[in-house]
């Protein structure tokens, strides 16, 4: 139901803000603009369909390995004691815990197009629980708005474009970005937690929270202590280590049951092309949406109407020119990889600039939270979202807060 409402909202708002600037401005190329857009992004919406096949049908036919290989019954028993008092309504020792795992473990790690596939999984587990196939459960609710906050040790792909576009020191972002996207995690918990009436101040949550902490802290520690330099190659390194280090433990697991691989790999391989398949009107719709709602212009009227705010509050506003990243983040991430790219490449901006660091940091804070929802939700056939929406909004809004301040301490 939410997705319904934002869709009708992007829509209108797009028309109303085109014909404003056709009778007020004359502008007479903004309605074929949009007409265009509405092309483009459905080309674009179907071609990452076809682009997430391929990783869906791999890592699914995977993930039954791991399955039939009893991985997942046994990841299943070492996380029970946190996700059955955060996903009270899943059942002790459920197998769906097992992918459940790895996909957090996989966004954790950066490892955006290797989580997409186990998250799809989860979905498909939760879904078998719920009782009202077209309303999400609540497991459902907590686990997308945790994949949306975007907790992420190593930002890969941001050093990537940094260092591509000539930063002095790519990896500078580094630690901006782990701070901001664990507060907008933490956030995001405690949001879900509260509507859902969950006891964050349980000794096994505080225990397994206080663990993660340390984890971070520890991470932040080494990666402080080396040359920025050599982050990315390290993280790298020893992402696709773990990764194919866990690919490795699933096929010893099954030749130990005396699984035959090949079969398990095809025969969840098959699942994984059809889920691909079942996304893309779902995509699309969304996808569309955003692209006329970018193209009227209406982004940049929010971005202007915020400077004229804060400036008339007297708050410095060095870090508004970054904001196109924020409006873009939570409903398109190539929108706001665009965006990010249009600042570095802005000669009177740039790359090393204060507005470029803020627009990696923003980047690098949360999931696509509208991209997230309408891929999981429509993977199960999910129309009413509940408060979906409303509580990843609310921990993209705590990312962009956080980017924004952590921004200014450590580059301001």
Request: cysteine-free.
């Amino acid at each position: 139901m939410a997705l319904n409402y934002f869709w009708i909202a992007f829509f209108l708002i797009a028309f109303v803000v085109a014909l404003i600037k056709l009778i007020f401005f004359g502008d007479t190329t903004v309605f074929p603009a949009i007409l265009q857009s509405t092309f483009d992004t459905a080309k674009t919406g179907f071609e990452i369909s076809i682009g997430l096949t391929g990783a869906l049908t791999l890592w699914m036919g995977i993930m039954k390995v791991g399955e039939k290989g009893g991985v997942v019954a046994i990841m299943s028993k070492l996380i029970s004691p946190l996700f059955i008092r955060i996903f009270p309504e899943i059942p002790k020792n459920h197998p769906v815990f097992g992918p459940m795992l790895m996909n957090f473990s996989m966004n954790f790690l950066g490892l955006d197009n290797a989580a997409t596939p186990m998250g799809l999984k989860t979905m498909e587990g939760l879904q078998e629980l719920n009782p009202n196939k077209k309303t999400a459960t609540n497991a459902q609710i907590m686990f997308l708005v945790l994949n949306t906050s975007g907790l992420t040790l190593i930002p890969v792909s941001i050093m990537a474009y940094r260092a591509t576009e000539g930063a002095l020191n790519p990896a500078d972002v580094f630690i901006p970005i782990l701070l901001t996207t664990y507060f907008s995690t933490l956030i995001g918990l405690i949001t879900v937690a509260i509507i859902q009436k969950i006891n964050l101040f349980n000794k096994v949550i505080l225990g397994y929270l206080g663990s993660l902490t340390l984890l971070i802290s520890a991470a932040l520690w080494y990666f402080s202590s080396i040359p920025q330099e050599q982050v990315s190659v390290i993280s790298g390194v020893a992402a696709a280590i773990i990764l194919l280090g866990i690919v490795v433990v699933f096929i010893l697991m099954a030749i130990r049951k005396k699984v035959n691989v090949y079969e398990a790999l095809i025969e969840g391989g098959k699942d994984g092309f059809n889920v691909a398949i079942k996304i893309i009107p779902y995509l699309i719709a969304i996808l569309v949406a955003i692209g006329m709602f970018r193209t009227s212009g209406a982004l940049e009227f929010i971005n202007n109407g915020f400077r004229l705010f804060f400036e008339f509050l007297g708050i410095n506003t060095d870090f508004v020119d970054a904001l196109p990243v924020a409006w873009m983040k939570p409903l398109s991430g190539s929108g706001a990889r665009a965006a990010m790219l249009d600042i570095f490449d802005n000669p009177a901006l740039g790359v090393d600039s204060f507005a470029g660091k803020v627009a990696s940091v923003l980047q690098g804070s949360t999931e696509t939270t509208f991209y997230v929802l309408a891929v999981y939700f429509g993977a199960v056939k999910i129309k009413n979202t509940r408060y979906a929406a409303g509580a990843g909004l609310v921990a993209d809004f705590a990312g962009i807060i956080a980017a924004i301040i952590i921004s200014y301490i450590f580059f301001h």
